[in-house]
């Protein structure tokens, strides 16, 4: 394959993840636009919230067990043929439960482009497998730096509604999906293609570990980024604002990884970001004016390797488990924000009604749901800290392949 297809293929990856992460974005940018217009209360809006996170890990598990059959291609074009689905259906929504169905569809699409573009990025860029992840998932925060700009201007600059802010990702899935169906796709030289052996490498206790800390590190980047608005919307500086300044720091950060990665090692990466991640968070909980700026930033220089280095450390460490198991460490994570998320809605409606009954009232009430929920949220990258201390201590023998990952049984 010449160096222009492959740089085609990456850019068509990259702005397929680009819309991937304006749905993210926007929908966390119109959620009380949603919650108004359909009389939904955080705990409906959390379970809608949900069913995107839902979707992914379904796409996950469909497009890593086919990988090997069907190719990458054909995942994107599944995935442009949902989203397409997904955001016209959102546009013309009704209800609740139209909203649930479109959001599942929206989170299926998103799943399928993961499960497609991290294996196949793995293979492009097979001699630099974690800094060339990192490098594509620039483009997850990268696109919310987008979309949330693009909800700033369209909705408070502009005065547009919530469907024209859907609307518009209509026009970078058109753009990845023209690319997907014009361009030739590489064979699989560099991956485990065996989808047999794939399975059977998922019995290692090594990734059935890295699998619990996934479901850790995806609610402790997602859970505060998508509930925002909710959080710190009464707190006196504008949470698209704040949302568009994380994101942006994240994809500078994830740009720059390799020398991150080289001098750290992935588990050392991964242990700094869960203690600088903890901090962060916790400091949200309690900051107002300025320092909820200073607080992002920490938040943003702790979880922007989360991801792209997990993953990494998977098609690393664990090669055996070839494309499938790239696909269930993806949607293990965004099984677990599906999941919690209507917990995070809960948390907010209940810290709400202790703030009311506290004596607060309107932006105070809140600002004090938001910020109590912040805290908890915090508990998250806390717990990280124990898994990847130990993961820390190990490196050593899985550098020098002491700990080969082979699988409880055969």
């Not at 974690?130 to 987008?146: E, Q």
């Not at 929920?373 to 130990?390: D, G, H």
Request: glycine residues 10%; proline residues 4%.
């Amino acid at each position: 394959m010449t160096e222009v297809h492959r740089s085609r293929i990456f850019t068509a990856s990259c702005v397929a993840l680009i819309v991937t992460a304006m749905t993210f974005a926007i929908r966390a940018g119109i959620l009380s636009q949603l919650g108004e217009d359909f009389a939904l209360n955080n705990t409906e809006l959390g379970w809608i919230n949900g069913m995107a996170f839902l979707g992914f890990p379904f796409a996950m598990m469909f497009g890593g067990l086919i990988y090997n059959h069907v190719g990458p291609k054909k995942l994107l074009a599944i995935a442009f043929l949902c989203h397409a689905i997904g955001l016209v259906m959102t546009m013309t929504a009704t209800g609740f439960w139209t909203l649930i169905l479109s959001s599942f569809f929206i989170g299926f699409a998103n799943g399928s482009v993961e499960a497609a573009c991290n294996p196949l990025i793995a293979e492009l860029y097979h001699d630099k497998k974690t800094i060339m992840l990192n490098k594509f998932h620039v483009w997850f925060p990268g696109g919310i730096v987008i979309g949330s700009l693009t909800s700033l201007l369209m909705g408070d600059v502009m005065g547009l509604g919530w469907q024209w802010q859907i609307g518009i990702m209509l026009i970078p899935t058109a753009i990845y999906g023209y690319l997907v169906f014009v361009e030739a796709f590489p064979a699989l030289d560099h991956t485990e293609t065996s989808t047999l052996n794939n399975v059977k490498a998922l019995l290692s206790p090594l990734f059935i570990f890295m699998m619990f800390c996934m479901t850790v590190t995806a609610i402790s980047e997602f859970g505060p980024q998508q509930w925002i608005e909710k959080t710190l919307g009464s707190s006196g500086v504008h949470p698209m604002v704040i949302l568009a300044m994380v994101t942006g720091l994240m994809a500078v950060g994830r740009y720059f990884a390799g020398p991150v990665v080289e001098a750290l090692n992935p588990a050392g990466v991964l242990l700094a970001s869960a203690v600088v991640a903890t901090i962060g968070v916790y400091t949200m909980s309690f900051a107002s004016g300025a320092m909820i700026y200073v607080a992002a930033i920490l938040f943003a220089l702790g979880v922007m390797y989360f991801w792209p280095t997990m993953i990494g450390f998977v098609s690393e460490y664990l090669p055996k488990t070839g494309a499938l198991g790239m696909s269930l460490m993806g949607g293990a994570g965004m099984f677990s924000v599906s999941m919690w998320n209507p917990v995070i809605g809960g948390w907010l409606d209940s810290a709400k009604e202790d703030a009311i009954g506290a004596g607060l009232v309107g932006p105070e009430a809140e600002l004090a749901a938001g910020l109590a929920t912040l805290e908890s949220m915090a508990l998250f990258p806390a717990a990280l800290i124990v898994a990847f201390t130990f993961l820390f201590i190990i490196r050593k023998k899985l550098v020098r392949g002491e700990i080969n990952a082979e699988p409880l049984a055969d």
